[in-house]
């Protein structure tokens, strides 16, 4: 038998149908102006110290973004040295979660990487940004969290340099340190007007191992030579800063005397130095430097490279021969610290 379709029975289907398409259709469709994340940090302001290395010190927490639609939104913390505009952020990928906890010693080791000065309060800039997919995002409002960072100082296996410039007293004498711990020291240290005589100690008292000269050859105000146990004193030729080494896998030792550190870069077209002055009361050399556009520059002793610093890893942790250093536009005071043997470090004020 011919079946024959109704064209009334046939527009209601139609009308179904599309009634249907509509509603999918409406509950699809994304927001114009979608509602971005809010965010919120506690505390505003935290003061970093080792004791707390381990402890549950930031926490970053934010709604949810409105789409208009129920969507799987993944959401990334961004972190950022106050002022950048987030241009180079540590980054956190936290899922659909809405709260990230950084602990004592994460924040610190951020603070740190993002340029901030142990035990001086500095700037962080954060958000969250919420995503569908790489071409749809919303982000957060912006949160500046003031954080004091410190400064990490490891303890290597050391020598002390105990001499008549400080009175003869390992207790209070400056140190030279085995960064890889394998008997290769090194350290710097201020030898002012005196007999210019010293030791090394293996501990802080005279009651261990003494090193004292054997032998030595002075070139200028650098000399290198052999040390025993049972030897003189040891000497530089002039008062003065000096990078002072030690072998006790050969009995070696030696010192370079240096006259200046300096600043060059980017700035003076890596040609010629903005010296440094070093203080006496706080160990520390310091210069006042003017950048007129972003750059880079690099620390170095005596107008020469055969010793210099850079940073690997962007840290304010000093590496021989190591990165450029990068600098913002601006008149900053650029602080080198070399007196914690194995803990060189920089500042950018």
Not at 80 to 95: D, I, V
Not at 187 to 211: E, R
Not at 294 to 323: C, E, M, P, T
Request: aromatic share 10%; charged share 15%.
């Amino acid at each position: 038998m011919k079946k024959i379709f109704s064209p009334v029975l046939l527009a209601a289907l139609l009308v179904g149908l599309l009634a249907g398409c509509k509603r999918d259709i409406d509950n699809t469709l994304m927001l114009k102006d979608p509602t971005a994340p809010v965010l919120t940090v506690s505390p505003a302001a935290v003061v970093l110290t080792a004791a707390t290395a381990n402890d549950s010190v930031e926490t970053v927490s934010w709604t949810n973004a409105q789409y208009g639609f129920s969507a799987a939104t993944t959401y990334t913390v961004q972190i950022a040295k106050a002022g950048t505009n987030f241009a180079t952020p540590k980054e956190y990928s936290m899922g659909n979660g809405n709260r990230l906890k950084l602990t004592g010693a994460d924040l610190n080791q951020l603070a740190l990487l993002k340029g901030l000065t142990p035990n001086n309060a500095g700037q962080l800039d954060v958000r969250v940004k919420s995503s569908l997919s790489d071409s749809v995002t919303t982000y957060s409002n912006k949160v500046t969290l003031t954080v004091t960072p410190y400064l990490v100082i490891i303890n290597y296996p050391s020598l002390w340099v105990p001499g008549d410039y400080q009175g003869w007293d390992p207790a209070s004498a400056p140190k030279i340190s085995s960064k890889l711990g394998n008997g290769i020291y090194e350290g710097y240290v201020n030898i002012t007007a005196s007999t210019l005589q010293f030791k090394y100690t293996s501990d802080p008292d005279w009651n261990h191992t003494t090193y004292g000269w054997a032998s030595s050859t002075t070139t200028g105000n650098d000399v290198t030579g052999t040390f025993s146990t049972s030897g003189g004193n040891l000497f530089v030729p002039a008062a003065g800063y000096y990078l002072l080494k030690a072998n006790t896998n050969t009995s070696t030792w030696g010192a370079t005397r240096i006259t200046s550190w300096s600043l060059i870069g980017d700035f003076n077209s890596w040609n010629g130095d903005v010296d440094m002055v070093y203080n006496a009361s706080t160990k520390v050399w310091t210069a006042t430097l003017t950048v007129a556009t972003a750059g880079v520059f690099k620390i170095r002793a005596n107008h020469a490279w055969d010793i210099n610093f850079g940073d690997d890893g962007a840290d304010q942790s000093l590496d021989y021969n190591g990165a450029n250093i990068a600098v913002t536009p601006g008149t900053h005071v650029i602080t080198l610290d070399l007196h914690v043997p194995g803990n060189y470090t920089y500042s950018i004020l």
